[in-house]
């Protein structure tokens, strides 16, 4: 395993840990630039003994294929809206954390994807826990209007230096 991918799993370790401990210590996401992510988000558990969290997880993206945490979003409205930077690479790390009040049992499953938002565009993102299936669907709509286009999720592995020509938007 190289150095950039220890360091990957690492921050991803890092950050999937401060999840499950329900977020004591991890940096908030400064959400500040224009906000261009439109995340609905939905958990059913069905019991009222299971409890599933979803947040996302903003990692800045360099050429050399680095992450640099930049912050957590709670996902924890049914709908919130987020400021990724247009053009530029972004590591989307969603998280769904699930705690059980009589076992004192815990799990944690992360969706992550190589992420991009390109100028002209907004995004709509759908969050969602039914039923033990974790989904997350991610939509680039034109803002002159349209039916827009389904984002495929990009695994990191794909990135390795120099990759900006290699990948596509």
């Given amino acids: 395993m190289g150095a950039g991918a220890k360091v990957r799993g690492a921050l991803l370790a890092a950050l999937t840990a401060g999840l499950t401990a329900g977020c004591s210590g991890v940096k ?18 069905g019991s009222a003994l299971f409890r599933v969290k ?49 076992g004192g049992s815990s799990s944690s499953i992360n969706r992550e994807t190589m992420f991009r938002p390109r100028t002209g565009y907004r995004y709509d993102i759908a969050v969602s826990y039914k039923q ?7 939509r680039e709509i034109p803002l002159r209007g349209g039916a827009g286009r389904e984002i495929q999720f990009r695994d990191i592995r794909v990135c390795r230096p120099p990759w900006r020509n290699t990948v596509q938007r």
């Fill in 28 to 45: 908030t996401y400064p959400n500040t630039p224009e906000k261009n992510l439109q995340i609905r988000s939905e958990t059913v558990t």
């Fill in 132 to 138: 033990d299936i974790y989904q997350v669907a991610i």
């Fill in 54 to 102: 979803a947040a996302l997880g903003v990692h800045r993206l360099d050429e050399s294929c680095q992450l640099e945490f930049e912050g957590l979003v709670e996902l924890d409205q049914p709908s919130v809206a987020v400021g990724i930077p247009v053009d530029r690479w972004s590591y989307l790390v969603f998280n769904f954390s699930g705690s059980s009040f009589l």
